[in-house]
């Protein structure tokens, strides 16, 4: 690939951004400054000591090395492989998977060629089949200048019919190509929403050669894939050592390429393999996925936190918070640690969007709150677009950033109760030289490779999620009993007093 040397430059190499501001550090060019953290150089010390005496060093080794650190599904997590441009051997079971995702790398670039005249694409999946590739065409379409094919990119992952009905209303049956993205390719929601579109395709007269030809599907799973109808050379693999919510450097990643080029898909691997290769050789002291993690933990330890947000100050990156609410909180909460015992800390609460949208919002919680709530402010130094007022609008969008960092840290006293600022209010700062597909790629994996580390920290499995399938299980007999229309469900195994109460009214309203 032809951006590996760029990446690896890049991953050691920040002497372009000259003198950096006290408290930062830098890699791949993304600077990082924990000024406001409010954490002494003594604590920093101690900081890095417990994370050696927690292991994350020999951690970090063993994740890339493809170490079963998944104990309980007992897996490694390889997702690194997935963008490990410049394809240095990845062993798992004695066999390298790189030529497997070679593979798939020119299985994108050939069909990104042969689209054309499309004029929708439809891209079903949930959770972690969807957040990644969603977040990516939302903050790319504010690129100046980007090379866009112009299709419209609609993504349909709510059961609810609403987004399907609005989805369908737009599209062209005759010029949709449909892509279905499920690790297991039984998900419900997924299953049932594909099988809504097959019939929408139907009833507007595609014929069965047609609707095969109009189908894609990216799994785990090809017998499944296979039996729903999908021709074979449509099926996109990837493997079981990928974690769906770490999947879109994947084919789970494909509407990037077939929307805006292969080449911006690569650009978008190579920011993120160049953070890999910082996480993997940078010391603890100069690693930015490490002190990220340190902070969030300094913060736990000294205030008890139990929620800190992302506040990206570029419209481009709103749908980073919920890309981000999963990726933390599914990887990171959970009560019990990896030696099967309560665990101290675990993920705190994420939540966030765009600034300055978002100081006339919650910001007064931060400001003037009981709680106190770490904030990540990420600002990019270049403007996103081309308007003659860019620039001004931009020193503007980065003073209130600026700003409000330091109202937080400083806070301000004064006579009247109502006009105290507490301060004090712990913060950092991540600022990326301009937002395009390679600073896009390094800043998702900077923050995957931080939930890594606090897993660490933590003595926790960021890469299970048994907690979500409880509710799922429930969610059978329930719909079962829904199905029948009756009022005068009881209670049973997986039906309790409340639920059949509230089963047996939806039923005599339905």
Known sequence: MSLTTDSQSKAISTNDLGTLPNGSHAAVDVVLDTAYQGIDEKSWKKLFANARSAGVPEFITDMFAGKHINQSEDRPALHSALRNLSKTPVMLHGQDVMPAVANVWRRIEALCNKWVGITDVIH????????????????????????????????????DTAELA????????????????????????????????????????????????????????????KEFGIEE??????????????????????????????KTFEEFLAGAHAMDLHFKNASLENNLPVIMALALLYQQDKHDIKAYAAIPYADALDWFPKW??????????????????????????VFGSAGSNAQHSYFQLFHQG???IPIDFIAVRKPMSDRPEAIAHHRILLSNCLAQAQALAHGKNADNP?????????????????????????????????????????NINSFDQPGVEFGKVLAKPIEKALATGSDHIETNDGIDTITASRINFLNSHS
Not at 148 to 157: D, I, K, N, V
Not at 204 to 211: A, P, V, Y
Not at 233 to 242: A, E, R, S
Not at 432 to 450: K, M, Q, S, T
Request: glycine fraction near 8%.
């Open 124 to 159: 079903i999946g949930i959770g972690g089949s969807d957040f990644g590739p969603r977040l990516a065409i939302e903050a790319l379409a504010h690129v100046p200048g980007i090379d866009c094919r112009g299709m419209r990119m609609h993504f349909l992952a709510n059961i």
């Open 166 to 225: 609005r989805i369908l209303d737009r599209a062209q049956p005759n010029s949709t190509r449909v892509i279905i993205v499920s690790k297991s390719f039984t998900t419900l929601e997924t299953t049932m929403n594909a099988k809504a579109v097959v019939a929408w395709l139907k009833a507007n007269g595609l014929t069965k050669s047609q609707i095969n030809h109009s189908l894609f599907a990216v799994t785990a799973n090809i017998p499944a894939a």
């Open 233 to 262: 050379d449509h099926i996109f693999p990837f493997w079981d050592w990928v974690g769906g919510r770490y999947s879109v450097w994947s084919a789970v990643g494909l509407p990037i390429a077939l929307q805006y080029g292969f």
């Open 324 to 349: 981000l609410q999963q990726l933390d909180m599914e990887s990171n909460g959970k009560s019990i640690g990896r030696d099967g015992k309560p665990v101290k800390h675990s993920s705190p609460v």
């Open 370 to 372: 009981p709680e106190i």
């Open 418 to 458: 109502n006009d105290i600022y507490p301060g004090n209010r712990p913060s950092s700062l991540l600022l990326l030289p301009e937002l395009n597909a390679f600073y896009l790629g390094a800043l998702l994996a900077l923050y995957e490779n931080r939930a890594a580390t606090l897993g660490a920290l933590w």
